[in-house]
């Protein structure tokens, strides 16, 4: 199926790995131009480079840090007026409550709330102005089913969901849509670096626990980053401007709910 997104243009932050490269690589097949954000430069260089290839579409990177004010306005100097933004960041660390010091709590809402509205800010009006504009929001599964030594992550990406919902009416009768995308355990470093985590608290290897964990599963595997991007292209897609204010569970059956 044609998305009808041939000749936009995407801002894709945290875009050199993972989850928030498959959103690029999956937009750059519908012919969608990229500029890409990451923090490593040397790996998003690599990274840009191999989706412009791949796919023949112009790719821009754009290296800092979306926490930071000096890493937003460079990006948005690069893309000014983005049809499309994912709003990508890696989560912060696991730990415990009486663990976490000030500069964590700051560091977790910095990256994982006040970047994402520091970034809707920028770019909603301008969407709403030219009657086209697609958001979305990778944030986690714990939003919506916590675990316990994910606070950090839950308190801030619940807030950006909060956020969110005060934000979407307001937009989707200019064609300007905002969804959040929850992805439970998908095979990524974000992942493994969890486990490792959690393997140490219980004593195991951390392919001990993830052996554990992915048979726990319904699916008895755990999701490719492809699926996700897959997922983020379509929310952007012209077919699309009907969906708004959603945030889409993405885990394979892991958590039980009503539908």
């Known amino acids: 199926m044609d998305l009808g997104l041939k000749g936009r243009t995407a801002i894709v932050c945290a875009a050199s790995k993972g989850l928030g ?3 690029a690589e999956a937009l750059a097949a519908e012919g969608v131009a990229l500029v890409l954000n990451a923090r490593d430069p040397a790996r998003l260089k690599q990274t840009a480079a191999e989706i412009a290839a791949a796919h023949e579409v112009e790719v821009t990177a754009v290296a800092g840090d979306i926490a930071s004010a000096a890493g937003r306005a460079a990006l948005l100097a690069a893309c000014p007026a983005p049809d499309i933004l994912v709003n990508n960041a890696g989560g912060p660390a696991p ?18 709330l006040k970047a994402p509205v520091a970034m809707l800010a920028a770019v909603l009006d301008g969407m709403a102005a030219r009657g086209f504009g697609r958001v979305v929001n990778i944030t986690s599964s714990v939003v919506r089913h916590p675990i316990d030594v994910q606070g950090l992550s839950v308190a801030a990406r619940a807030g950006l969901h909060g956020l969110v919902s005060t934000l979407v009416r307001a937009h989707v009768g200019r064609n300007v849509t905002i969804n959040n995308i929850l992805p439970g355990p998908f095979a990524t470093d974000r992942l493994i670096s969890n486990f490792t985590f959690r393997a140490k608290q219980d004593g195991v290897s951390p392919e001990a626990a993830l052996a554990a964990r992915r048979a ?12 996700l991007g897959r997922l983020c ?3 952007c897609s012209a077919h699309a401007g009907y969906i708004s204010g959603q945030s889409i569970l993405i885990d394979g059956g892991a958590h039980p709910q009503l539908l």
């Open 95 to 112: 730990g415990r409550l009486t663990s976490w010091c000030a500069d964590d709590w700051s560091n977790a809402l910095e990256s994982n």
């Open 216 to 227: 726990e599963l319904p699916a008895k595997r755990f999701g490719e980053p492809q699926e």
């Open 21 to 23: 490269r498959a959103c």
């Open 233 to 235: 292209a379509y929310l």
